[in-house]
């Protein structure tokens, strides 16, 4: 019985070594972050559409996209207020067919952040999205995902994404 578990746990650990031996880290040095990219052969990297996405993945069937952006704007505060969240929703929820569904404070690996979930009704069909937001050295920092008809942090492709997200230390000029 031993000998079974030791080649149980021996296999879970080669499988385990397989799976990050594949995986591909994403990391910006500049906004003190890194992800491991999805595997999945159904997500590609795209160019982002603003100079603050650094990271853009999309689904190929286009129902799912996450990214990540880095803001420069400084802030003088150094942890998220409700003040500075207030404001980013401003500029968020510019466009008039998006619809807030929550907000909430909660600790994100160590940090104050914000999440907000949203709906947007596009060509009859529902999008939902969440976004989380931070700030690293008193600049914003977001991930945001939409899924068309499903909460995008209930997707394992996103929510794995999300979950990989390790903030590096900062580098002395």
Not at 61 to 77: I, L
Not at 92 to 117: D, H, M, P, Q
Not at 124 to 133: F, H, S, T, W, Y
Not at 150 to 160: E, F, H, R, S
Request: charged residues 25%; hydrophobic residues 40%; proline residues 3%.
């Amino acid at each position: 019985m031993l000998q079974r578990l030791a080649r149980r746990m021996m296999g879970a650990a080669l499988l385990s070594i397989c799976f990050s031996i594949h995986a591909t880290e994403w990391f910006s040095t500049n906004a003190n972050v890194s992800f491991e990219l999805p595997s999945d052969p159904a997500w590609q990297q795209v160019k982002p559409a603003r100079n603050e996405a650094k990271l853009v993945l999309q689904n190929t069937n286009g129902t799912a996209t996450m990214f990540f952006a880095a803001f420069e704007k400084k802030h003088d505060e150094k942890e998220l207020s409700e003040k500075l969240a207030e404001d980013w929703e401003r500029g968020y929820f510019r466009k008039g067919n998006i619809r807030k569904l929550s907000g909430e404070f909660f600790n994100f690996k160590g940090k104050r952040a914000y999440k907000v979930t949203d709906e947007e009704i596009i060509n009859g069909g529902k999008q939902l999205g969440v976004a989380i937001i931070w700030l690293n050295d008193g600049r914003y920092r977001e991930i945001v995902a939409w899924k068309v008809d499903g909460d995008p942090l209930q997707d394992n492709v996103i929510k794995a994404f999300v979950d990989s997200m390790i903030f590096l230390p900062k580098v002395s000029p």
